[in-house]
């Protein structure tokens, strides 16, 4: 009986043996038989795995064994040579080896080539290299379109390696499926398949669980967790937070004042959601009265308004996103300019005298119109409603109103252009802006004379003592009249009434001279009137009375006023000139002096 341990020592001998037995194999007519057994993997040490002696006919015991001892046969198998119990040294993996072969001989000769084959149990889970994937998916991505996922592994072979892939676990699980098609070599290839379109705006971000199934019963399973981001796409237009906008703006607004502004949303990410503004201007605001900041969408005054001139805008204001095929949108903004009082009431004037002059007559009656004045306001509304009112005028004129911007100046009492001859008139138009603006103007008022006035002699009665020697045309006095008309109202003529061939007057000047000798005995005294007639029409006149006493000259010895008379005389006077008269006699040059 041999021990194990002797076929150890004697490997060489059973070498010898065999190939003996091999080579004498046919002329021995030696069986050789093959003996196949099977154990399932994963069963611990010391399992059963078959019995040598169940391959040869004939009864025997003790056993050759082909391998050395440290083979990887007797690495995993325990071998009885002497009882042919073949059991696992080890727990057997098919995953590591599938099968065993050696060749084993009895004593008589006979030779079994045994097979062990390892049985595949279900000891592996489909495996993904890693349990969390990230996926990014363009929004505008078409259904249909496949991501592929790296393929879990399953170390088990056929049936019990990995046989598809299902979705477990999704928040949105009828946006993606998956399919899985034969890759070879035990590996399913893994498509996640998109089947609706997706929108970020409306969710970013989904996950779901994929699972990988294998063939055994139960199934063994692995689990990939899938982040999906979707992708930013310029899918959507900037879009305004109001339809329209409206703003009202001081006329007076200062340049860069800010008037309103604008805002737009772009639902975009990044560049696809960076908004940019600007005025169209194709129909509107071309004179840049507005501008706008692209960024803030502040739209500011860039040009002195002025609501007289225009008191409405309407701009088009158009926001962009900056996505590189950008979207645009529009929006109306409308701009009212609200009025100021900026404008003084204007004051014009018209006389209704032949010249156009500011000038009335005296005679005209209360209520006579002497001007129409008009009055305008740029300004409208309150602004631009005026009243007018008068200053001045010694209580001479008034106003009377006509409509909304005419009135009349008229007289109110007496006038007397000899009283006062300029009457200044202030005319005030203030109208109904806050604070209200005023202008005025200063009208001075001529009264042109109309001949009420007649003439007035400085005395009633003149009277003058004459001697009656006196020459002819020797002046007699000299009456005086005054008009307090002007012009030809008050041009006086002198004349005598009744006419009086002794005496003459002046017309002009009123000087009264002797016509003809006086004759004492004959008239010692005269009475006569003087008239005086203005040049007006019709023409007034008045009268003064003049009586001229005539005296006798040889009754009375002339004498001297004075006692001394001093007077002195250039020299080269002229021969025969006077110098001097004493009562009636005069002292003439006779010689040179
Ligand atoms: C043993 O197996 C070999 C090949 O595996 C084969 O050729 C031979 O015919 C078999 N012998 C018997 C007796 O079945
Ligand atoms: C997906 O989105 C998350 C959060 O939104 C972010 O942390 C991550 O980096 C994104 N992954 C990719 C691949 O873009
Ligand atoms: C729109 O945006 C502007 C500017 O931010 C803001 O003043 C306005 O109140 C907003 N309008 C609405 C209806 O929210
Ligand atoms: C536009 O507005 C932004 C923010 O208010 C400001 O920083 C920028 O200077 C402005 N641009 C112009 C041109 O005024
Ligand atoms: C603003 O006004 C100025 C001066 O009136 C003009 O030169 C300019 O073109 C206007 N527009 C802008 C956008 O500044
Ligand atoms: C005469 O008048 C002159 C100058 O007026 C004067 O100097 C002189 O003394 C006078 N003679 C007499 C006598 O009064």
Redesign the pocket.
């Given at each position: 009986m041999l021990k194990a341990f002797n076929i150890r020592r004697h490997a060489a001998l059973f070498c010898h043996l065999l190939a003996v037995c091999l080579l004498c194999q046919k002329s021995y007519a030696q069986h050789v038989y093959n003996l196949s057994l099977s154990i399932e993997e994963g069963l611990p040490a010391g399992t059963i795995v078959g019995d040598i002696r169940t391959g040869v006919h004939t009864p025997n015991r003790g056993f050759f064994i082909s391998e050395s001892k440290d083979s990887y046969v007797f690495k995993d198998l325990e071998i009885n040579a002497d009882t042919g119990i073949i059991s696992t040294a080890v727990v057997l993996d098919r995953e590591r080896r599938d099968q065993y072969e050696f060749v084993a001989a009895t004593l008589t000769g006979e030779v079994i080539k045994i097979q062990i084959v390892v049985i595949d149990v279900n000891d592996h889970v489909p495996v993904f290299s890693a349990d969390k994937v990230e996926l990014t998916v363009s929004e505008l991505s078409p259904p249909g379109t496949r991501y592929e996922l790296e393929a879990a592994v399953d170390e088990d072979e056929g049936q019990l390696g990995t046989q598809g892939y299902r979705i477990i676990q999704s928040d949105m699980a009828e946006l993606f499926k998956v399919e899985y098609r034969n890759g070879g070599r035990n590996i399913w290839n893994l498509d996640l398949i998109l089947t609706k379109r997706l929108d970020r705006e409306e969710r970013d971000c989904y996950s779901l669980t994929i699972e990988a199934f294998d063939g055994g019963i139960p199934p063994e399973t692995g689990r990939l967790q899938v982040k999906i981001n979707v992708s930013d796409e310029n899918d959507n237009p900037p879009v305004f937070n109001q339809t329209e906008y409206q703003a009202l703006v001081w006329e007076d607004a200062l340049v860069m004042s800010s008037v309103c502004q604008v805002h737009a949303t772009d639902l975009d990410l990044g560049d696809n959601g960076l908004v940019t503004y600007e005025i169209i201007r194709r129909q509107n605001d071309q004179n840049e009265f507005f501008i706008i900041?692209?960024?803030?969408g502040?739209i500011q005054v860039n040009k002195t308004l002025d609501y007289e001139t225009q008191a409405f805008y309407e701009l088009i204001v158009r926001a962009r996103d900056s996505g590189a095929q950008p979207e645009y949108s529009s929006t109306y903004v409308t701009v009212r300019v609200l009025d100021i009082n900026d404008n003084r009431p204007n004051i014009d004037v018209m006389f209704l005298s032949e010249t156009g002059e500011p000038e009335v007559s005296e005679r005209a009656e209360i209520g006579e119109y002497v001007a129409r004045i008009s009055v305008s306001d740029s300004d409208l509304g309150e602004a631009g409603r005026i009243r007018v009112t008068l200053e001045g005028g010694d209580g001479k004129f008034t106003l009377k109103q006509i409509d909304d911007f005419l009135y009349a100046l008229c007289v109110d009492s007496k006038l007397d252009r000899e009283k006062e001859e300029f009457h200044e008139v202030i005319l005030v138009a203030s109208d109904f802006g806050s604070p209200p603006l005023t202008s005025q103007t200063t009208l001075l008022v001529k009264l042109i004379d109309t001949n009420d006035c007649r003439p007035v002699f400085d005395q009633e009665e003149y009277t003058v003592t004459v001697s009656e020697d006196i020459p002819q045309g020797s002046s007699l006095l000299s009456v005086q009249a005054s008009d307090l008309d002007s012009g030809v109202n008050a041009a006086i003529l002198y004349s005598i009434f009744p006419s009086n061939h002794l005496v003459h007057i002046d017309p002009g000047t009123g000087l009264i001279t002797t016509a003809a000798r006086l004759d004492y005995e004959r008239e010692t005294e005269m009475h006569f009137l003087v008239v005086s007639v203005d040049h007006g029409t019709p023409a007034l006149t008045s009268t003064a009375t003049v009586i001229i006493r005539v005296n006798d000259i040889n009754d009375n010895k002339p004498v001297f006023k004075q006692q001394l008379y001093n007077v002195s005389i250039p020299e080269h006077t002229q021969i025969g000139d006077c110098f001097l008269q004493v009562c009636l006699l005069v002292l003439c040059v006779c010689a040179d002096v």
């Open positions: 900041n692209k960024t803030s502040i």
